[in-house]
């Protein structure tokens, strides 16, 4: 690929940084994890494999799916941050939502894996100095600055939590 043809703001880093409503990194993901922690369990137990519509992933798969990709994520951004030089493969969501055994797994365990999980982020995003957080990270297409990462990894979650609350909710009978 040609420099020229790398794209400096993707169009999903503008979502990106529309749903994390100009947060600075460190209060974005301070404010996710608090998400989390709020999260109704006893609501999304309820409404258990539900899918608001046919092909639809479950809550369980959902919140795999935050999991698996918040490590794909900060896998990249150590990639980038310690200067190894490669470019992170791209991954199918699809494929890997389909070989999860998320249903299989309980609302508490993934909550507790995703509460964990984000804890770690934080810290990692914590001990990059200000150098390595705008350090330019080349994907398959586009660019952006590392910092940049960790407001996916929030933005991704407030996307998928926003799914759930507008979508997967209103199946819960039992409220």
Not at 85 to 91: F, K, L, Q, Y
Request: with cysteine.
């Amino acid at each position: 690929m040609e420099e020229s043809e790398t794209k400096e703001n993707p169009e999903f880093l503008e979502y990106v940084y529309k749903l994390n409503e100009g947060l600075e990194l460190k209060e974005a993901l301070k404010l996710s994890l608090q998400e989390i922690n709020d999260l109704d369990i006893a609501q999304l137990k309820r409404i258990g494999l539900k899918t608001y519509a046919k092909g639809k992933w479950s809550i369980p798969k959902i919140l795999q799916h935050l999991i698996d990709w918040e490590r794909i994520w900060c896998f990249r951004a150590v990639i980038f941050a310690r200067g190894e030089g490669s470019i992170p493969d791209a991954h199918d969501q699809e494929i890997m939502g389909k070989n999860s055994n998320a249903d299989e797994r309980s609302i508490e365990h993934l909550v507790k894996e995703l509460q964990i999980g984000r804890q770690s982020t934080i810290m990692m995003f914590e001990s990059f100095n200000e150098k390595i957080l705008k350090t330019n990270c080349k994907f398959f297409e586009y660019q952006m600055p590392l910092f940049a990462i960790g407001l996916t990894i929030t933005a991704h979650q407030i996307h998928h939590f926003n799914i759930i609350k507008e979508r997967y909710t209103p199946l819960d009978k039992g409220h």
